[in-house]
């Protein structure tokens, strides 16, 4: 159970980190939408 815990945290850690970037453009293209409206 120990190891699967670990195995989860690394992975989240890991799709976190590609996720990042994707998310602050997709809140800079909001933004940006909300102002021009």
Known sequence: MEG???F???NL???LER???YLII???A???WM???
């Open 4 to 6: 699967l815990k670990q």
């Open 8 to 10: 989860i945290a690394d």
């Open 13 to 15: 850690s890991e799709v």
């Open 19 to 21: 996720a990042v970037p």
């Open 26 to 28: 997709l809140a800079v």
């Open 30 to 32: 909001l933004a940006l």
């Open 35 to 37: 102002v021009w409206r």
